[in-house]
């Protein structure tokens, strides 16, 4: 069963933008955590960005804070990604993800609290 979708990814240029949307089919959404990771070729899933269930608190991985920017839209069950000044280092399948733990205060920044995975969208930034 399809929790999760995303959309949005593609090739662009190095500099360049990308919005990545995240639609949640199911019921559980908005008193949940959601989070993006990435996973490059022959690397693991990393974190990028999450954000709480309110959209009260955001967090990001060193890499990428100061250039993406995560939101949500709960009455519309949505969360962005919206990526700027794209490096090629963040080539990579992006996944939402859904916490475990309802009205958690924490971020979602490990695998192991991922309690939904999307299927995926690629993004590939060429120099």
């Known amino acids: 069963q399809v929790d999760l979708v995303e959309s949005g990814g593609g090739l662009v240029q190095g500099g360049d933008s990308l919005t990545l949307s995240c639609a949640a089919l199911?019921?559980?959404?908005?008193?949940?955590?959601m989070g993006w990771f990435r996973q490059a070729p022959g690397k693991e899933r990393e974190f990028v960005a999450s954000?709480?269930?309110?959209?009260?608190?955001?967090y990001y991985s060193d890499s990428v804070k100061g250039r993406f920017t995560i939101s949500r839209d709960n009455a519309k069950k949505t969360v962005l990604l919206q990526m700027s000044s794209l490096m090629p280092e963040d080539t990579a399948v992006y996944y939402c993800?859904?916490?475990?733990?309802?009205?958690?205060?924490?971020?979602?920044?490990?695998?192991?609290?991922?309690?939904?995975w999307g299927q995926g969208t690629q993004v590939t930034v060429s120099s």
């Open positions: 954000i709480t269930w309110s959209g009260g608190s955001v």
């Open positions: 199911g019921r559980a959404f908005s008193t949940y955590t």
């Open positions: 993800a859904r916490g475990k733990i309802p009205w958690a205060v924490n971020p979602l920044t490990e695998v192991a609290g991922v309690a939904a």
